[in-house]
């Protein structure tokens, strides 16, 4: 009788035992040196986290805090822009909704993204959406000056009348295939003509 109350205790602690919900491993922050533009315009330095569990959540809030301190969370309301190494964010409007854009070319023709979650061909996964801007659209035009997102499907079409100034550099890109890296060179080549000099 004995052996039997024993064999059913120790079945009950292992099914509880295995049971029991498995929490993977958190990975310690890893940090970068980094700064924040607050909402009234003071730029405060830092470090950021750069590696959240989501890599999206760098597109909605960011950790921040002093060195060696604790990291807390900013978002939209509490600040403008952000960045850390080579990547800059600033904040937008999409919906509603307050989140950040991150920059990819900068110069008289701005390229953002924003990554977010999503489904491609019906399976979740992280979706890019790209936005393009005009700093210097002016006249019939001045709506490029606005942020605006752009089909990654029609991109061609969409950034023609951003890029209508240097023709060769739109047709140049590809009509059926949207390339990241080779969009941010176009980007890149349009606006070195428009390098503004000190003489």
């Known amino acids: ?13 292992s099914l509880t035992a295995i049971c029991q919900p498995k929490k993977g491993p958190k990975m310690a922050p890893v940090t970068a040196e980094g700064y924040y533009v607050s909402a009234k315009g003071d730029t405060v330095r830092g470090v950021i986290q750069v590696n ?7 597109y909605r809030q960011f950790n921040f805090g002093k060195a060696g301190g604790k990291l807390m969370p900013i978002n939209g309301k509490k600040a403008k822009a952000y960045g850390y190494d080579n990547h800059h964010f600033i ?3 999409l919906d509603g909704e307050d989140i950040f854009i991150e920059r990819l ?18 399976n979740a996964a992280i979706v ?16 490029l000056k606005e942020i605006k997102k ?8 969409d950034l023609k009348n951003y890029m209508k100034d240097q023709p060769t550099i739109w047709n140049d890109l590809d009509k059926f295939t949207f390339d990241l ?8 080549e349009f606006n070195k003509y428009y390098v503004i000099t000190a003489d």
């Open 181 to 188: 890296k080779t969009v941010i060179a176009a980007f890149n």
């Open 150 to 157: 752009f089909s990654t499907k029609f991109y061609k079409k």
């Open 105 to 122: 070319a900068t110069g008289r023709l701005n390229l953002f993204e924003y990554k977010h979650d999503g489904k491609i061909d019906g």
């Open 52 to 58: 959240p569990e989501d890599p999206t959540e760098l």
């Open 1 to 13: 009788m004995m052996k039997h109350i024993l064999a059913a205790v120790l079945t009950v602690a």
């Open 91 to 93: 904040v937008y409007n």
């Open 128 to 143: 890019s959406d790209y936005f393009a801007q005009d700093t210097r659209a002016e006249g019939e035009d001045l709506g």
